[in-house]
């Protein structure tokens, strides 16, 4: 078994989207293997990034503001660095087809711009992107692997597809060191909660904080998985300290809910809260993906990685967290 403090103790490390949810979860981790952490993050209000995120390590990091479509600033950031975990992006399904451009610009050519850089100035790093489930589209089989047919269902799926791929097109011709995680609905501390913009998770949780119905789209029925965030830190880590793991792309995964039996559990763990089935909105059931759940299998074999935190734990920690600090997530 890999020892990551060995992999990254004293190593220099970017985290691109780094004051964001997943991001910010990482600097913590990384913080704690002895890493020399750099977060960059545009903080754009539309995205996840919350500068509370890193509050009790922000001496201890450095931050810069930058747009990953800023090729000077990029080119500084790079230099030097070990690994470079590639979280920044626009997640935003609705966003996406409201806004096509923006999330064109950023998920494409900003990762291509993003790429192009550490080509020219550091192409050993060791490069990690975050991606989505979305990028299937409806299953036509459960649960879905890594060779099911790609029909995204919104831009930010195609968008998304076309990140990935750029980053396997760098593994494949020009030998960089490079690995896709297809992530599916990921929850914990530090997630977005202020809306349903980012995820219907985050959105529950602020319902339940505040008294409120969950309101569940459809009949309730539909199937997804989620991950714990500090599972999908473990898995960016092993992904990056994994020599196997490059030029693969790896679905993440977890024990697959009914939407209803989520809320359910949530009300529970909770101690209080109460859902409601409501009629899908027109525009959210246009790019609804149907039943979802991740077939993780071939990340499990390459680098070991599955799953650590039980749904019902990582509830029950979460609540937590936003009960301590819901104000700075509102």
Request: proline share 4%; with cysteine.
């Amino acid at each position: 078994m890999i020892n990551l403090v060995s992999m990254f103790l004293h190593q220099s490390v970017l985290i691109t989207g780094g004051l964001g949810f997943i991001g910010s979860n990482l600097a913590y981790k990384l913080l704690e293997l002895g890493a020399k952490v750099t977060v960059m993050d545009n903080l754009d209000p539309d995205s996840g990034a919350n500068p509370f995120n890193v509050e009790d390590i922000k001496d201890q990091i450095q931050i810069i503001q930058a747009n990953i479509n800023d090729e000077d600033q990029m080119k500084h950031a790079v230099k030097g660095q070990k690994y470079l975990f590639n979280l920044a992006g626009q997640m935003s399904h609705l966003g996406s087809m409201q806004d096509p451009f923006k999330d064109l610009n950023v998920n494409t050519v900003g990762q291509l711009k993003l790429l192009e850089v550490c080509r020219q100035y550091n192409p050993e790093i060791g490069i990690v992107f975050a991606g989505t489930r979305q990028v299937y589209g409806r299953p036509k089989y459960l649960p879905v692997d890594e060779n099911h047919l790609l029909t995204p269902l919104d831009n930010n799926g195609v968008s998304k597809r076309a990140g990935e791929m750029y980053h396997i097109v760098y593994n494949r011709v020009h030998g960089m060191a490079t690995s896709v995680l297809r992530m599916t609905n990921v929850y914990g501390p530090r997630m977005r909660i202020k809306d349903d913009l980012l995820t219907f998770v985050g959105w529950w949780f602020r319902q339940l904080l505040e008294g409120k119905d969950i309101q569940i789209f459809g009949d309730g029925m539909q199937i997804r998985d989620l991950n714990y965030v500090d599972d999908v830190v473990n898995s960016l880590l092993l992904c990056a300290a994994h020599p196997s793991a490059n030029g693969k792309i790896y679905n993440l995964g977890g024990e697959p809910i009914n939407l209803l039996n989520l809320a359910k559990l949530m009300i529970e763990v909770n101690g209080s809260g109460k859902y409601q089935i409501v009629p899908f909105p027109e525009n959210r059931k246009r790019i609804d993906i149907g039943d979802y759940h991740g077939d993780y299998s071939l990340i499990k074999a390459d680098v070991g990685w599955q799953p650590q935190v039980h749904l019902r734990e990582g509830v029950s920690k979460t609540l937590e967290f936003y009960r301590l600090n819901k104000e700075h997530y509102l």
